[in-house]
């Protein structure tokens, strides 16, 4: 029997979607279930639909990709999180702040066992700092041992010079044994000290929640008797293997507009476009480039800490089709709150008693939803609020391009029709079939990627340092689980750094490939 069928799952805040794809990318079957305070229900709600829909094929199905908002919702919820003990090597550098000191103050106690800054660390040519202070490490390790779920260690300018990192993994290995989780920022942020410790920090105290997402969706996938890999979306609109993302959790984080961004390239030829996700609670707004989400340039802030890892440049707004309208029809009031998954039974549509961006567009005639006509009395507050709600969309798709107006705009999601067809900033404005269900799709379609950065002088040995990073990248992808034999190098960006004596580049390599289908 051919394993030619694979599943894109993505679990959002108001549904969770579900596709079935085969090995042309057809879709043979697609559902949108309502996500449930149990997200398991919600998933094995979505997985039950579409391999009933398949009948016999189900046995087909080779590969599960799930795109989930769980790291993020527990970092905004202060739920769930490891506890994590911080070491930073850089001393006598860096003792001016303390590691954690600008997080939010729950957060923090949420997550931080101890910090410690001790000595060793790098220059960004390369030069030491100081000597490592393998015994500070030690007794630092001894001290947290009884309540540390896992060690996040940032070294000075380590994405140069990882080895003190490393060294100080081993050591961890030996005092508290090789079963304790050790996040290293060379492997997850970029040049920027406190940035990159904060997402290695992060990074620490997610483990265990995918962990647990892991386990949730292999229990719902014995459940439907399926024996299948699973992977894991992540924020570039590419797939991981589950022990990478086991490594690596945070990159979970806005895989879910990825995965949408990825879809709507799909769906719509196009590869260098404007994409709007429009859901139940939020809408997100980002730009393709050569088939991928752009990716931010700034600091991205979660949950009130900077990070400096790799996220889509994105917008997003608390508008979406479950947004709650409230005031006058002179001045009506939309959002920030919504309805969510429960649009079904709140809804003015469906015979509820809260006025919703859905009931607007149903009275727009812009959408066909709902079993309830909407009361007279509503009319006028809900037409003003959906005139107010296009001003805000073209002043974000302003925000979002830059003033570039020659771009085609490709709305997706299960509230697409609130992006109007005539809105101003775009070239024109595409509503793709099976657009609804694009995140899904997007996890579906994935290839998996692997990245490499450093510093690097330009010299004599400036090509080979080049030809290296391009190999790691490579050789990453294939960690992540892509096929040896069709990965490439898809993006290579070098940045100029001032005052050094030698000139010298950030360079940042990106590789990626489709799934090994060994």
């Not at 509230?415 to 694009?438: F, R, T």
């Not at 010299?459 to 294939?478: K, L």
């Amino acid at each position: 029997m051919k394993l030619d069928l694979r599943v894109g799952m993505d679990v959002g805040g108001t549904n969770t979607d579900a596709v079935v794809l085969d090995a042309n990318n057809r879709i043979l079957a697609r559902t949108k279930q309502a996500t449930t305070a149990d997200v398991r229900l919600g998933m094995k709600a979505a997985l039950s639909n579409v391999i009933s829909s398949i009948g016999p094929d189900a046995h087909r199905i080779r590969r599960i990709m799930l795109g989930t908002t769980h790291a993020t919702n527990a970092i905004l919820e202060r739920r769930s999180l490891g506890r994590v003990a911080a070491i930073r090597l850089g001393a006598p550098a860096s003792l001016s702040l303390e590691p954690m000191e600008s997080w939010p103050r729950d957060l923090r106690d949420a997550v931080c066992v101890d910090t410690c800054i001790l000595r060793g660390g790098h220059y960004v040519d390369g030069r030491r700092i100081s000597l490592l202070d393998k015994d500070g490490i030690r007794k630092f390790l001894i001290g947290v041992a009884r309540n540390v779920d896992a060690v996040a260690i940032t070294s000075i300018f380590s994405p140069t010079s990882p080895e003190d990192e490393v060294r100080a993994h081993e050591i961890v290995k030996e005092v508290l044994g090789s079963n304790v989780a050790v996040s290293l920022s060379h492997e997850i942020g970029s040049l920027g000290l406190l940035e990159r410790e904060n997402a290695t920090i992060l990074n620490a105290a997610l483990f265990g929640v995918v962990g647990q997402v892991i386990t949730a969706m292999q229990d719902v996938i014995d459940g439907a008797g399926l024996a299948v890999e699973m992977l894991l979306a992540q924020n570039d609109g590419t797939l991981m293997a589950l022990d990478f993302a086991k490594r690596f959790p945070i990159l979970t984080i806005g895989s879910g507009p990825a995965n949408s961004l990825r879809g709507a390239a799909f769906l719509s030829g196009l590869s260098n476009t404007i994409v709007v996700d429009v859901g139940g609670t939020s809408t997100d707004f980002g730009v393709l480039v050569n088939g991928y989400p752009r990716e931010s340039a700034a600091a991205v802030e979660i949950g009130g800490v900077r990070t400096n890892f790799r996220m889509p440049d994105l917008l997003s707004v608390a508008i979406g089709g479950g947004t709650i309208i409230s005031g006058t029809a002179e001045q009506p009031i939309v959002g920030p709150k919504s309805v969510g998954y429960r649009l079904t039974s709140d809804a003015l549509v469906y015979g509820g008693s809260t006025p919703t961006l859905s009931d607007a567009l149903v009275v727009e005639g812009r959408f066909e939803l709902g079993t309830h006509n909407v009361q007279a009395s509503e009319l006028a507050r809900l037409k003003s609020a959906l005139r107010n709600v296009n001003e805000f969309i073209a002043d974000s798709i302003d925000q979002v391009t830059l003033g570039n107006t020659h771009l085609p705009l490709v709305a997706v999601g299960g509230a697409a029709s609130l992006i109007p067809d005539d809105i101003k900033g775009v070239s024109q404005v595409i509503y793709p079939e099976n657009g609804d269900v694009a995140n899904a799709i997007g996890a579906a379609i994935a290839w998996v990627s692997g990245h490499w950065q450093g510093v690097v002088q330009i010299d004599d040995g400036f090509n080979t340092a080049v030809a290296n990073g391009r190999t790691m990248a490579c050789n990453r992808a294939i960690e992540a689980g892509a096929d040896p034999q069709q990965v490439e190098v898809i993006e290579q960006i070098e940045t100029p750094l001032s005052y050094l004596v030698t000139p010298t580049v950030r360079l940042i390599i990106k590789a990626a490939g489709p799934l090994n289908h060994l």
